[in-house]
C-alpha cells in the first residue's frame, strides 16, 4: 500500500515536472506557462527524482520520459558552470550592488551597514522603504540619492557622485533607469529596473513593457551596457530570452554558478539551492564580469547580487 501510494506521487511530481519543462517554452502563448520557465531548475530536480524512483521500481517508459524533461532542463541551466565570459581587462572597474527589499526586512541598520560596506560605485536597492532609503543616505553621506525613489515602488539609485540618470516610465510598472556610470576616460550605461513575476494578465503586460523598455535603452545607449536588477523574470523567460535575442547583451552571471536570489532559506547546506536566480546581470560587448557573487543572507526576502564590471581585455 505504501510502495503503491509512493509510486502515485511520484508520478504525479514527475508528470508535473515534465509537463513544466515543455510549457516553459510557449510562455509567448500566455504569462501562465511563461512563469514555469523561471523554475527549470526545481523542474529539472524533481524530474530526476522521479526518474531515479521508477528505474528502481522497473518502471521503464515513465523512468525515459523523466529523464529527457531533466535532461533539457540540465541543458538549459548548465552554462551557469562551463559558460565563459572574456578576458577582463582589469582596470576601470566598476562595482555594482544590488537587493531587492521589497517584502519583510528583519534588521533594517545590519542590513544598511552591510550595504555601505559594500563598497560598491553603484547600489541599487529595489523596493525599498522611504526609512530604509533615508537610512543609506544617513550612514554614508558620499553616497548620493540620484533618483529620490522614497516610495517603495521602484528602485533607489544611490551613486558615488552626481551622474547623469535617465527615468523611462513604464505603464503599470515602475520606471526604467539608465546611469551614466564613469569608468577610467569612458562611461558604462547601468541600467536597473524592478517589478513583479507575472502572475496576471495585467502584470503580464507590465512585465512585457518594461522588458521593451530596457531593450530600447539598451540598443539606444552610445556606450556599453549593464542591465542589472530584480526585472521580474529569470534568464529562462521568454521575455529574458527576447530581450538577450533581440541585443548585444548576455548573461554576465554564466560560469559564476547557479545563484538563486529568492527565496532566501536557512537550511543547512541545500539552503542556498532551493531558489531561482531572479536577480539578473547582463552585460553588452566591450564588457565582462571580474566577480559576480550572490549574498549573504542579510535579513531580506533576496539575497544581494554584487558585480565587479570590466572592460574587455584589447
Known amino acids: 500500500m505504501v510502495k503503491k501510494a509512493l509510486a502515485a506521487v511520484t508520478m504525479g511530481i514527475g508528470i508535473i515536472a515534465t509537463?513544466?519543462?515543455v510549457a516553459g517554452f510557449f510562455g509567448g502563448i500566455w504569462w501562465g506557462l511563461d512563469l514555469l520557465a523561471n523554475y527549470r531548475w526545481q523542474a529539472?530536480?524533481?524530474?530526476?527524482?522521479?526518474?531515479?524512483?521508477?528505474a528502481l521500481s522497473g518502471k521503464g517508459l515513465f523512468t525515459a520520459v523523466f529523464i529527457v524533461a531533466g535532461a533539457i532542463n540540465l541543458w538549459l541551466i548548465l552554462p551557469a558552470w562551463v559558460g565563459s565570459q572574456p578576458v577582463a581587462s582589469g582596470e576601470d572597474t566598476v562595482r555594482v550592488t544590488h537587493i531587492d527589499l521589497s517584502g519583510t526586512l528583519d534588521d533594517v541598520e545590519g542590513t544598511v551597514t552591510w550595504l555601505v560596506d559594500r563598497d560598491a560605485d553603484l547600489l541599487l536597492i529595489a523596493g525599498a522603504s522611504p526609512?530604509?532609503?533615508?537610512?543609506?543616505?544617513?550612514s554614508d553621506a558620499s553616497y548620493t540619492l540620484l533618483n529620490g525613489e522614497s516610495e517603495g515602488s521602484?528602485?533607489?539609485?544611490?551613486?558615488?557622485?552626481?551622474?547623469?540618470?535617465?527615468?523611462?516610465?513604464?505603464?503599470?510598472?515602475?520606471?526604467?533607469?539608465?546611469?551614466?556610470?564613469?569608468?577610467?576616460?569612458?562611461?558604462?550605461?547601468?541600467?536597473?529596473?524592478?517589478?513583479?513575476?507575472?502572475?496576471?494578465?495585467?502584470?503580464?503586460?507590465?512585465?512585457?513593457?518594461?522588458?521593451?523598455?530596457?531593450a530600447d535603452a539598451a540598443t539606444s545607449s552610445a556606450n556599453p551596457v549593464a542591465v542589472i536588477g530584480n526585472l521580474g523574470a529569470t534568464k529562462w523567460s521568454v521575455v529574458s530570452r527576447r530581450l538577450l535575442g533581440d541585443t548585444t547583451l548576455r548573461d554576465a552571471t554564466a560560469s559564476y554558478g547557479y545563484l538563486s536570489t529568492w527565496p532566501t532559506s536557512d537550511l543547512p547546506i541545500i539552503g542556498r539551492w532551493i531558489g531561482i536566480p531572479i536577480d539578473v546581470a547582463?552585460?553588452?560587448?566591450?564588457?565582462?564580469?571580474?566577480?559576480?557573487?550572490?549574498?549573504?543572507?542579510?535579513?531580506?526576502?533576496?539575497?544581494?547580487?554584487?558585480?565587479?564590471?570590466?572592460?574587455?581585455?584589447?
Open 154 to 214: 521602484g528602485v533607489a539609485v544611490f551613486a558615488r557622485g552626481q551622474w547623469q540618470i535617465t527615468p523611462t516610465l513604464v505603464a503599470g510598472s515602475g520606471p526604467v533607469y539608465s546611469v551614466a556610470v564613469p569608468s577610467g576616460t569612458g562611461v558604462i550605461d547601468v541600467i536597473t529596473a524592478w517589478g513583479p513575476m507575472a502572475t496576471s494578465s495585467a502584470t503580464a503586460d507590465a512585465l512585457e513593457d518594461r522588458f521593451r523598455s530596457i
Open 131 to 138: 526609512s530604509t532609503v533615508d537610512a543609506v543616505s544617513v
Open 282 to 314: 547582463y552585460v553588452g560587448p566591450g564588457l565582462t564580469p571580474m566577480d559576480v557573487v550572490v549574498g549573504p543572507n542579510i535579513g531580506a526576502e533576496h539575497l544581494p547580487l554584487t558585480i565587479d564590471i570590466s572592460p574587455v581585455a584589447p
Open 19 to 21: 509537463l513544466a519543462t
Open 44 to 54: 529539472m530536480w524533481a524530474a530526476l527524482l522521479a526518474s531515479v524512483v521508477y
